[in-house]
T-cell receptor
Framework: AQSVSQHNHHVILSEAASLELGCNYSYGGTVNLFWYVQYPGQHLQLLLKYFSGDPLVKGIKGFEAEFIKSKFSFNLRKPSVQWSDTAEYFCAVRGQSNTGKLIFGQGTTLQVKP | KAGVTQTPRYLIKTRGQQVTLSCSPISGHRSVSWYQQTPGQGLQFLFEYFSETQRNKGNFPGRFSGRQFSNSRSEMNVSTLELGDSALYLC?????????????????FGPGTRLTVL
């Protein structure tokens, strides 16, 4: 069965610190990978996505993620976080089998201290 | 372009009652998926509809059901509510189901319906 694991449940950083959130998935076939963000009181928004091609994908607000197939990983990074990045971050995977079904990780709460 | 809308935004029900939640996808989107979000279980897939047909179903009991109309609007129903059904129910729409074209694969989420079961 497909599963997604996010290693960090709660991360606290100071502004300007670098961020890396881990995500590993379990799936035997080709996958599409996503990172979503949920700001306080707002709905889920797509940060970035990977379907194929360059394994380093860039998203909105300076976020990027690297797909490492051999490690079944899709870690999210940002060189310098801001207070406004305080939010919950979700990694999600979809098997490329003509389905819209997303399997989400448990989420990581990021708190950025000003 | 208007986003995904969900009604109502908040609901309070008592155990044993039933509830119907509504989702209007982005104009032109034919695929609608539903998710349940709780602090303990996170985001869990409920079901997916495309062109009025259920294409996928998550691991939820039969009390959870849904349907999609010809205009792509979708409803989900939960019968015989239990305390554990308290959650945020999210709807997501996409232009098409799967496929290889990048734009078809992105899902856009609505604000959710917060259901509280007393």
């Amino acid at each position: 069965a497909q599963s997604v694991s996010q290693h960090n449940h709660h991360v606290i950083l100071s502004e300007a610190a670098s961020l890396e959130l881990g995500c590993n998935y379990s799936y035997g076939g080709t996958v599409n990978l996503f990172w979503y963000v949920q700001y306080p009181g707002q709905h889920l928004q797509l940060l970035l996505k990977y379907f194929s091609g360059d394994p380093l994908v860039k998203g909105i607000k300076g976020f990027e993620a690297e797909f490492i197939k051999s490690k079944f990983s899709f870690n999210l990074r940002k060189p310098s976080v801001q207070w406004s990045d305080t939010a919950e971050y979700f990694c999600a995977v979809r098997g490329q089998s003509n389905t819209g079904k997303l399997i989400f990780g448990q989420g990581t709460t990021l708190q950025v201290k000003p | 372009k208007a986003g995904v809308t969900q009604t109502p935004r908040y609901l309070i029900k008592t155990r044993g009652q039933q509830v119907t939640l509504s989702c209007s996808p982005i104009s032109g989107h034919r695929s609608v998926s539903w998710y349940q979000q709780t602090p303990g279980q996170g985001l869990q897939f409920l079901f997916e509809y495309f062109s009025e047909t259920q294409r996928n179903k998550g691991n939820f009991p039969g009390r959870f059901s849904g349907r999609q109309f010809s205009n792509s609007r979708s409803e989900m129903n939960v019968s015989t509510l239990e305390l554990g059904d308290s959650a945020l129910y999210l709807c997501a729409s996409s232009l098409a189901q799967g496929g290889r074209h990048n734009s078809y694969n992105e899902q856009f989420f609505g604000p959710g319906t917060r259901l509280t079961v007393l």
